[in-house]
């Protein structure tokens, strides 16, 4: 009851009042609630905005240890790839993920924040391509993250590229003293030929002279793979020579 004749003690001092001092007294008691009002409503339509106006995931191609660089380098690298993947521009898109920068064994936030990044688009089956400096590829390829390239590629195709190819050997990951090699130094050495192996599997291809070189990714050698678990490979395949 109390409330009530307040409210209405409130509405008899209004009446008769003018607008302006009508609008000063919502200002005065109102102003709060209103501007929070108003804000959930600007948050609530941006975001909305936003999720209509998002196109879905045509191709993801994540770059580890890339160099920060602009729009204008990442558009450039990725002006012909529309057309390439049979992707329609206005419908699909393209995401080039270039902002990961860790060392996975170095144990700090970085390493920690990266390597929970990259599992969840593992997990998710996101990711569709990876392009690496040395350390990082050969730290995920020992995981088994990367699809045997002869998946994909014929011998024939995989010939003309034979020099830029580089391998792990399943059966050395797989056996008893995997678990004791993960506990060594990963120094990043790429394993350009198979001779050796017992079961060789060509993982990567090395970039060395490349439009990732030329266009400031990376500086010294970078190493294309597709991750083994991508449900876009088909359109993985078409990249091989952009690199």
Do not use: H
């Not at 709060?32 to 941006?46: C, D, E, K, Q, R």
């Not at 050495?189 to 060395?208: K, N, Q, W």
């Amino acid at each position: 009851m109390a409330m009530r004749d307040e409210i209405r003690a409130e509405r008899e001092k209004l009446r008769g009042q003018s607008l302006r001092k009508r609008l000063g007294y919502f200002y005065d008691y109102y102003k709060l609630p209103f501007f929070a009002v108003l804000l959930l409503l600007l948050l609530g339509t941006a975001f909305l905005r936003e999720l209509t106006s998002r196109k879905p995931t045509g191709f993801y191609m994540l770059f580890l240890n890339a160099e920060p660089v602009g729009d204008a380098q990442l558009a450039a690298l990725s002006e012909n790839w529309y057309s390439l993947l049979g992707l329609d521009e206005g419908k699909q898109e393209i995401t080039v993920d270039a902002a990961l920068r860790f060392d996975p064994e170095a144990g700090d936030e970085a390493a920690l924040a990266g390597t929970m990044r990259v599992t969840a688009l593992l997990a998710s089956r996101s990711a569709d391509i990876c392009i690496s400096d040395p350390k990082l590829f050969c730290y995920y390829a020992e995981s088994g993250a990367f699809l045997d390239l002869r998946e994909l590629y014929s011998e024939e195709e995989l010939a003309a590229y034979a020099d830029r190819l580089c391998y792990i050997d399943r059966q050395e990951i797989s056996s008893e003293d995997a678990e004791e090699d993960k506990n060594t130094e990963n120094t990043g050495t790429l394993i350009r030929s198979p001779e050796g192996m017992a079961e060789p599997l060509p993982v990567g291809l090395v970039c060395e002279d490349s439009v990732l070189q030329r266009l400031g990714l990376y500086r010294d050698t970078a190493v294309f793979s597709v991750f083994a678990n991508s449900r876009r490979q088909e359109l993985a395949r078409r990249l091989l020579d952009c690199f």
